[in-house]
């Protein structure tokens, strides 16, 4: 029996009772009190409208491997309520989407958990969003916890299996490899370990094929320190007996050994494209622009020799269009000035550049004068130790860190390890909210940098 439903109609009763008792009075008053009168019943009657508020249908955890939980909220509303007031799980709120039951975008405003939405013609409202709120990891065994309201389901992470439930559970499904457990409304806490299934041997040739890749890519010169990087992680967690994360990490560093070979290719066949068109306007006659052509051409046989290839690709692209414009020189004498003006705009052009991006110690120096140069080295192992339950791409950052003085901006993270800008963002709010390092935001870019309590003198 749905008791908030009856509730709801018995406060509507009253409400209607109300109404008429106030009307019958207002006939028996003079005329010109009865507008006065009916406004004054509705201000005072109208919370009692308000007050229905709603009714909870759904909810549903979904629970991914890094601790994040996607939180889906399915309320029954009634139309011609103005507003409600819906109080939300956990205390961040990342990708917050409010949507009515045709999938249409509600407004809505959020504040201290809870979130004001205006779902006037509304019947079904639907609330997702994700957080990493609800989770806690302590060596190998997560701990998801939540209070609710009605009866929720909770979604976990692909072959991961369940070591602790503090309430039984209403039933235990599995959904394409996900444990899918309902749970009974009030306090909940399911405490899990990620799958170590997965083939040894699987991971073990993936490895194999993956460090062959590499060491024949490496004798044409190739640039692979990021697939090297990826590949030594995925040996670390075939050490840690996490096969099927090793066998990932082992697929993803002969990939990245065969992008970064296809870009060394590519960048090579732009700069001989370059080169043929620069002689081939030098044997037409057509100088003039010619030198520019040159000049970018040099600098992308610089990239390529330190291995940059998508400067390099991209400054012989240039050369290329430099090279199609190049005319006839005129028979004015004017190749001297043309030369003083082009110049006069490189020094300018330099000089605008070197303003707009000073190096991180000169940011820190005009935009921050407090950010001095921290002192003593990075202490790895004191963080190590204190701090147990870092998982292997967060030390991995860390160690980035301390090879770089301590700091570094979160750009060269997402560059250095070639992660998404979300991803980057998740492992440093993690790293923060550990207490390791601090951010701060430094000429419009955010530094990352290890806290002064984990260095040494």
Known sequence: MNYEALI????????????????????????????????????????????????????????YPDGYVSVIYTVKVDPTVESINLTLFGSDFQYLIVE??????????LKDGTVTIFSLGAILVRVSYETFDLTNKSYNIWTFYVYTPIPASILLPE?????????????????????????????????????VIGSKENASTAIKDAEQTIISLKEKGINLVQAETTLQLAKDAYSERMYVEAERLANLAKSQAAESYQRAVSAQREIDTASEMIETARSEGRLSGLDEAEALLNKALEAMSSKDYASSESYALQ?????????????????????????????????????????????????????????GQVDLNLIFEQKKNLRLEEKEVLKFLAESDGEAFASDIREHFDIPKTSAWRLIRRLQKEGIVEVRNVGGQNLIRIKAKYRVP
């Open 8 to 63: 709801t109609e018995y406060r509507f009763r009253i409400l209607i009772n109300q109404l008429k008792i106030a009307i019958k009075l207002m006939s028996s008053i003079k005329r010109k009190y009865s507008i006065v009168l009916l406004i004054l019943a509705f201000t005072l009657l109208a919370p009692h409208v308000r007050a229905e508020n709603y009714t909870q249908e759904d909810l549903t955890f979904n629970i």
């Open 100 to 109: 009515d039951q045709d999938g249409l975008p509600l407004d809505f405003s």
């Open 159 to 195: 072959n991961s299996t369940v070591v602790d439930l503090n309430v039984l559970p209403t039933s235990i499904e599995s959904l394409n490899g996900h444990p899918l457990i309902t749970m009974p409304s009030g306090s909940i806490r399911i405490s899990y370990i990620l799958s």
């Open 319 to 375: 050369a290329q269009n430099a090279a199609a414009k190049a005319k006839l020189p005129t028979s004015i004498p004017i190749i001297p000035v043309v030369i003083i003006g082009l110049s006069i705009v490189a020094a300018l052009t330099l000089i605008l550049w070197r303003r707009r991006h000073p190096k991180p110690s000169t940011l820190r120096e005009e935009k921050r004068p407090d950010l001095a140069e921290p002192k």
